[in-house]
């Protein structure tokens, strides 16, 4: 039986057609980019979940792929006044944090692997073309090939490919001959025991997608701990910069009052070495005064870094920010903690990665069981040439070659897949308890933030009590000072306290705004807005009658507030 294939000649010229575009086209590498951007996030898009939080920020600096329009635009630029607010330095830190974006592409990345795994299922076409030209003492012959076809795996493990390929040549010298003919060609590897089924076959495919979907997760995780992390050091900025202010008031304080202690001893009323006490306190608070401004030139340089901006930049956090946390105040946290701890369970994306890991761990046993087996693969092929001369699209089915039979490999030396298989088990029971590890680690951070927050607030009202009586020692010793009632060290010393009292409310004001957001983080709650601030729904409080109870609505956290 001999068939007529119309299409063969067709074929060359695609074959030529695409040999041309592929040289133009393989020099085109925005075309490969543009390609793999779009692919990579309409992943990221079909396995971004809303709980995960707002889908925004996470495309990488150099892609073509323009932001959602749901965005909201990060404004990146210095104020002219040289002031940042906190809203514009978290959307700064956003935007050009290098950690932060090293997280987008690792991101990325991960969804590009399952481009790549998927793939391997998908049908894959090749194409090959070659020419040549051959000479001896005899004869000399130009000969031109090219080859097309495809080969796929399949999701049950099968492995089909066909192809074929187009031979011509033609001597140059003695008896002008030509030859022209084609190939067609298929085989099949179906395996029937080791390595059949679709759990087996897909296995890096599924590890592929889940791994994915737990980058998405740690993405959206590690958003929640960077916001927290930008605003602490926002605020703590700010409190060293109260330092410096407190430390240069009370500079000045000592001045006045080594003035006026100068002034008594030479009127004869002081003496002399107290005017030494007061020039030698002085001189301390001088020292101090400068270690603070080190300090906080320290501190906000090393802010700058993390906002990805020279240190050179000049910019100064704005005051308002730590004077609305004081006008908002501390208010004694009553969360149930028990609900907390559930909603933290049920919410943390951490958890949730852990949790499946288990799975995967449980797959890779029944992989690891799998290869212990015998490999026995059902094998099909097929040949068939085209007539004599140069009829290359009669191709001789009657005279093809075609094959079938069974490949089997006996499972007489396991040694490695046995331990494969011991290995896999073990992992399995290691993963399992690191779940539970990580069960006591979520409940252990509800509970460590928990109480970082009560103490921040009960700390809060115990200094704010002593700089109230530190502010009235100062007062009244100095009145006691003038009649000669206490001596110069006690003013000294009650100007110490003041100081002291003054760093410690700011500092303890700084912490509970922290602390809370914080326990919002670890029970899972805190949600990152497009524009880089946050927002939360409460977590359980007490009622009245001690039972929990749960407020719905969501709360959007004001720039200025804790």
């Known amino acids: 039986m001999v068939c007529r294939f119309r299409f063969v000649p067709i074929l060359i010229w695609i074959i030529c057609v ?29 396995k971004w979940h809303k709980g995960f939080g707002s889908k925004s920020n996470y495309i990488i600096t150099d892609s073509n792929v323009p932001s959602s329009p749901n965005d909201i635009k990060i404004e990146t630029a210095i104020p002219a006044s040289g002031v940042l607010s906190l809203a514009r330095a978290v959307a700064i830190a956003t935007a050009q944090n290098r950690d932060y974006q090293r997280q987008k592409e690792d991101l990325y990345l991960t969804a590009l692997d399952l481009t790549l795994a998927r793939h391997q299922f998908a049908r894959q076409w090749f194409g090959t073309v070659d020419a040549s030209y051959t000479r001896d003492a005899a004869d000399e012959q130009v000969g031109y090939g090219a080859e097309t076809g495809f080969n796929q795996l399949l999701a049950d493990g099968a492995q089909i490919g066909a192809s074929i390929a187009i031979d011509w040549a033609r001597f140059l010298t003695g008896d002008p001959d030509m030859s022209l003919a084609s190939v067609l060609s298929a085989n099949i590897t179906q ?20 791994n994915a979907l737990y980058q998405i997760r740690s993405f959206n995780r590690y958003r929640k701990t960077f916001v927290v992390l930008v605003v602490d050091a926002y605020y703590r900025v700010l409190q060293y910069k109260d330092r410096v202010t407190n430390a240069e008031n009370n500079y000045n304080s000592r001045v006045l009052s080594r003035e006026r202690l100068e002034m008594e001893a030479e009127a004869g009323r002081k003496p002399n070495y107290e005017v030494d006490q007061a020039r030698q306190s002085e001189l301390g608070a001088r020292d101090s005064y400068l270690q603070a401004l080190q300090s906080y030139e320290q501190q906000l340089d090393e802010f700058k870094i993390m906002l990805s901006l020279p240190t050179r930049t000049e910019i100064e956090l704005d005051q308002n920010e730590l004077k609305a946390l004081e006008t908002v105040g501390v208010v004694k946290p009553d969360y149930d903690l028990d609900a907390a ?3 933290a369970l049920a919410h943390r994306l951490d958890l949730a990665n852990s949790a499946d890991t288990v799975e995967d761990m449980e797959r890779k046993v029944v992989v690891a069981a799998d290869n212990l087996g015998v490999e026995l693969n059902l094998i099909g092929s097929a040949g068939v040439n085209s007539a004599p001369k140069t009829k290359l699209e009669r191709l001789q089915f009657q005279n093809g070659t075609y094959s079938i039979g069974l490949e089997a490999d006996l499972p007489l030396d396991r040694k490695a897949e046995r331990n494969a298989y011991r290995e896999a088990l073990i992992a399995l029971e290691q993963r399992r308890r690191e779940f539970q590890g990580d069960v006591d680690e979520v409940e252990l951070d509800v509970r460590q933030a928990y109480r970082q927050l009560v103490e921040a607030a009960e700390r ?3 200094q704010k009590t002593s700089l109230e009586v530190a502010k009235t020692r100062v007062e009244s010793t100095t009145f006691l000072l003038q009649a000669g009632r206490v001596t110069t060290r006690d003013l000294l010393e009650s100007q110490d306290a003041l100081l002291s009292a003054q760093n410690d409310v700011t500092a303890v004001l700084v912490d509970y705004a922290i602390a809370k957001l914080s326990f919002f983080r670890d029970v899972g709650i805190l949600q990152v807005r497009p524009d880089g601030m946050w927002e939360h729904s409460y977590p359980v409080k007490k009622t009245d009658v001690g039972e929990p109870s749960v407020e719905s609505e969501s709360q959007s956290e004001p720039i200025s507030n804790s």
């Open 341 to 343: 701890i559930k909603t």
């Open 191 to 210: 395996p029937l025991l080791r390595g059949r089924g679709r759990k087996i076959a897909r296995e890096n495919l599924t590890q592929a997608e889940r």
């Open 18 to 46: 695409t040999v041309v575009l592929g040289c133009i086209g393989g020099c085109s590498t925005d075309h490969y980019k543009a390609g793999a951007d779009k692919e990579v996030y309409q992943i990221i898009a079909g």
């Open 460 to 462: 809060y009202e115990t």
